[in-house]
Nanobody
Framework: QVQLVESGGGLGQPGGSLSLSCTAS????????IGWFRQAPGKEREVISC????????WYAHSVKGRFTISGDNAKNTILLQMNDLKPEDTGVYYC???????????????????WGQGIQVTVSS
């Protein structure tokens, strides 16, 4: 089973940028759908972006479209989330998740993610 570790994040300013990385071990991410989720304080966890071999350009929730970019670094077995034009409402715990697509017809974001990272805090505040 794939293991995922998020890194990056921390404190960002409104209008600024942060980047998150999701590094995998135990499997090659090329065969997986990878999702980024966010859980804001007092709210349920929501998917904000997703990428797979079937959705190479990425899928984005309306709240982050045009500001966030998801991409893959196959050499490092890592998925990146570049977050620009940060807003206070981007504050939350960010999780990456993975699910193999072999034998399925699943497309982002409708993937039943089974492997999760531990989460990392992102705080946007001036």
């Amino acid at each position: 089973q794939v293991q995922l570790v998020e890194s990056g994040g921390g404190l960002g300013q409104p209008g600024g940028s942060l980047s998150l990385s999701c590094t995998a071990s135990g499997a090659t991410l090329e065969d997986y759908a990878i999702g980024w989720f966010r859980q804001a304080p007092g709210k349920e966890r929501e998917v904000i972006s997703c990428i797979s071999d079937r959705d190479k350009s990425g899928w984005y929730a309306h709240s982050v479209k045009g500001r966030f970019t998801i991409s893959g670094d196959n050499a490092k077995n890592t998925i990146l989330l570049q977050m620009n034009d940060l807003k206070p409402e981007d504050t939350g715990v960010y999780y990456c998740a993975a699910e193999p697509l072999r034998g399925t017809v699943a497309r982002c974001p409708l993937v039943g993610f089974g492997s999760w990272g531990q989460g990392i805090q992102v705080t946007v505040s001036s």
